[in-house]
T-cell receptor
Framework: QQQVKQSPQSLIVQKGGIPIINCAYENTAFDYFPWYQQFPGKGPALLIA?????SEKKEGRFTISFNKSAKQFSLHIMDSQPGDSATYFCAARLWGGADGLTFGKGTHLIIQP | ETGVTQSPTHLIKTRGQQVTLRCSSQSGHNTVSWYQQALGQGPQFIFQYYREEENGRGNFPPRFSGLQFPNYSSELNVNALELDDSALYLCASSLAGIGYTFGSGTRLTVV
């Protein structure tokens, strides 16, 4: 019930392409959905987050699409660059926030020059 | 505005020992949560502190314990270390459960 399923596990995209990472959840009590970027040896860095009452949110080159009825959300990276190569995690927070964040297993993204 | 800082960055302990990890919250944040990240996995929620009280806990045994101080800094204590406790331990601070900001973590190796 509290799982967040993330796919694909790994992804290779050419520079300038649009990588898309997908996440799905079951628990409708999740009310906050952030995406994190993590480089080796570093902690996760918040990229962008969305609430379930919004279907799309853009911040710079990053876009979240949210489908509440399907219980799915995805991250799109526009004009991808080699510097975007990292591991990306989706996460979800239960209403109230006392249970912290539930993370997906991550997507290892490589942007080829 | 300072971010979340964690210390130490790396630590090696022997099985059965105890360890204390430390975290300073981002300025203005009143909630601290701790996560365990095994190699190649997503972070797993350990527990969360708000107003110096534990207000949420993940699926971790009681030998994982913590504290939050009046300045919102926090400690994670792990007793009777096991080999499987080897991981990256992450601290995150937030304001009322929004905008979780993570530190760079403490890499714990249990031998």
């Amino acid at each position: 019930q509290q799982q967040v399923k993330q796919s694909p596990q790994s992804l290779i995209v050419q520079k300038g392409g649009i990588p898309i990472i997908n996440c799905a959840y079951e628990n409708t009590a999740f009310d906050y959905f952030p995406w994190y970027q993590q480089f080796p040896g570093k902690g996760p860095a918040l990229l962008i987050a969305i609430r379930p009452d919004v279907s799309e949110k853009k911040e710079g080159r990053f876009t979240i699409s949210f489908n509440k009825s399907a219980k799915q959300f995805s991250l799109h990276i526009m004009d991808s660059q080699p510097g975007d190569s990292a591991t990306y995690f989706c996460a979800a927070r239960l209403w109230g926030g006392a249970d912290g964040l539930t993370f997906g297993k991550g997507t290892h993204l490589i942007i080829q020059p | 505005e300072t971010g979340v800082t964690q210390s130490p960055t790396h630590l090696i302990k022997t099985r059965g020992q105890q360890v204390t990890l430390r975290c300073s919250s981002q300025s203005g944040h009143n909630t601290v949560s701790w996560y365990q990240q095994a190699l190649g996995q997503g972070p797993q929620f350990i527990f969360q502190y708000y107003r110096e009280e534990e207000n949420g806990r993940g699926n971790f045994p009681p030998r994982f314990s913590g504290l939050q101080f009046p300045n919102y800094s926090s400690e994670l204590n792990v007793n009777a270390l096991e080999l499987d406790d080897s991981a990256l331990y992450l601290c995150a601070s937030s304001l009322a459960g929004i905008g979780y900001t993570f530190g760079s973590g403490t890499r714990l190796t249990v031998v």
